[in-house]
């Protein structure tokens, strides 16, 4: 049945009527963008350290902030072995270090479910940092004051870029469910 006047729900609530997210979309999403994150730090290498904190690690804990149901906990093996494969870590260290990451975070939401973004902050922070120092660890390298002050960077940068990346988050979340195909 046609409209009697076309322009009758034109507002910016009555283009939303009869629509749904992509189920596509709303699916891949968060782990393309995590897959994303973990090879854009080997575009920027120096010539000992990488620049740049596991971006990959940090797009994880951001999304599992953000959005706290929405990826399994078992996520963080097979976003880890991506993320060995283009890291230069041995493998399985990230696999390890992200589910034991997810498991943390898994029991900080269960201590705490209602939480402001400072806590959040502090709580990705801290976890980056843990994971960054086991990653240290378990590349097979013999840790020294010198290594670890050579590398103190690349933490307080993962530290201060967790605001950032969980907006960026926040945005693609929003991407993500936008409402894009119609209903019937």
């Known amino acids: 049945m046609e409209r009697l006047n076309p322009h009758a729900r034109a507002d910016r609530y009555g ?10 979309c709303a699916g891949s999403v968060p782990y393309l963008s995590i897959m994303l994150g973990s090879l854009l730090p080997a575009l920027l290498i120096a010539d000992v350290m990488p620049l740049l904190p596991s971006l990959g690690l940090l797009m994880l804990l951001a999304w599992r902030l953000v ?19 283009f890291s230069g870590q041995p493998f ?27 806590q959040d902050w502090f709580t990705a922070g801290l976890i980056a940092v843990l ?3 086991g990653g240290l660890m378990l590349s097979g390298a013999p840790v020294t004051r010198e290594m670890l002050l050579v590398a103190l960077p690349q933490a307080l940068l993962a530290v201060l870029l ?23």
């Open 162 to 184: 967790y605001p950032i990346v969980a907006r960026m988050v926040a945005a693609l979340d929003r991407f993500r469910l936008a409402r894009a195909r119609r209903i019937g």
């Open 131 to 133: 994971v960054w120092l």
């Open 92 to 118: 399985g260290s990230a696999m390890l270090l992200w589910s034991l990451a997810l498991i943390s975070l898994e029991l900080v939401e269960a201590r705490f479910p209602w939480r402001g973004f400072w």
């Open 67 to 85: 959005r706290p149901g929405l990826l399994p906990l078992w996520v963080g093996a097979p976003l880890g072995a991506f993320d060995d494969l």
């Open 15 to 24: 283009s939303r009527i009869n629509r749904t997210q992509s189920p596509i």
